[in-house]
């Protein structure tokens, strides 16, 4: 864990806001243990998938086949009590197939409207880089205006609304990568990876019965409840010092010179979002440095591009980051 110098009760963070609603960071860990019920072993990234959630954000889960990556995605949608939408992406999948289609009603003599997967709580989009270009960016619309335009009708998306998409990294023939623009729109990108022995022990013996832990999970919190945490998020505060810190750290990515993009203005305001959930989550009514050194390794990396020269030497997006976050220096009590 990285740690910075401050104090818990330094008046240049604290401030004087009330914080996100009551109760917050007890529907939050409601959340975490449920989902920990049936992904054994995983407690960071769980942490991480469900302040996504609350800070109304997408994430993209990319790592290797059998580790867990739809069964995440699942436990989460379970333990909420909302609509949950699943895409399974093919190349030859539609936009209409997740967005919806106009039919023919003979009846009324009209078109009707049927929605798609994409009218949902929380839609699992599983294996996104399978999909082509065209139907990817099906996903585009909605996941930065959570709305939906088919046949000229816009059509709001319920809230909250979260996208958990997946992709394997290692099998290239075939898959699509996601272009900036999109990549961009995901709060974060995780990666899972193997468990220890003891984690694994727990999912063998858990996997006894023909039934799925996933499928034995009842919803903790409800859609409304999320909604209502995610609105209380901004009541949580960010002290000047702080806010400029994350401005040093979004300059700093643009004038690197391993990189040919840096972070966004969009990246920044994610950034700051989920640091305020994180805090919360804590049942803390502020942000400090820690929020931030502590979350920035997942929210810019995947918004960063890397130069083909420092590709070539084997540098990536992480690295820069790493790097960064050494360099940048952090506000210290009593300073800027």
Known sequence: MV????????PDFTGR????????????????????????????????????LVADGHVLVEDVPGVG????????????????GRVQFTPDLLPTD??????????AEAFEFRPGPVFANILLADEIN??????????????????????????????????????NPIEHEGTYALPEAQLDRFL???????????????????HGDRREPT?????????????????????VYLAPALQSYLLDLADATRRHPA?????????VLALQRVVRAHAASEGRAYATPDDVKRLAGFVIPHRLLVTPEARMRGTRPSDVTTEILDGVPVPRPGGS
């Open 3 to 10: 740690t910075t110098e401050h104090t818990a009760g330094d």
């Open 17 to 52: 806001d009330h914080g996100a609603s009551p109760g917050f960071a007890e529907n939050f860990q409601a959340l975490t243990r449920n989902i920990a019920k049936a992904i054994r072993g995983k407690d960071t990234v769980i942490h991480l998938m469900t302040l996504a």
């Open 69 to 84: 990556k739809t069964s995440l995605g699942k436990a989460l949608a379970r333990s909420v009590d909302g609509r949950f």
């Open 98 to 107: 997740v967005t919806g289609v106009s039919v023919w009603n003979r009846g």
């Open 130 to 167: 399978r999909a082509s270009p065209k139907t990817q960016s099906a996903l585009l619309e909605a996941m930065a205006e959570r709305q939906v335009t088919a046949d000229g009708v816009t059509r709001h998306l319920v809230s909250p609304f979260m996208v958990i998409a997946t992709q």
């Open 188 to 206: 974060m990108r995780l990666e899972i990876g193997y468990p220890d022995r003891q984690a694994e022990l727990e999912i063998l013996e858990s």
């Open 215 to 235: 499928d034995l999970l009842e919803p903790v919190v409800t859609a409304d409840q999320v909604v209502e945490m995610s609105a209380s998020l901004e009541q």
């Open 259 to 267: 990189l040919s993009l840096g972070l966004s203005p969009r990246g």
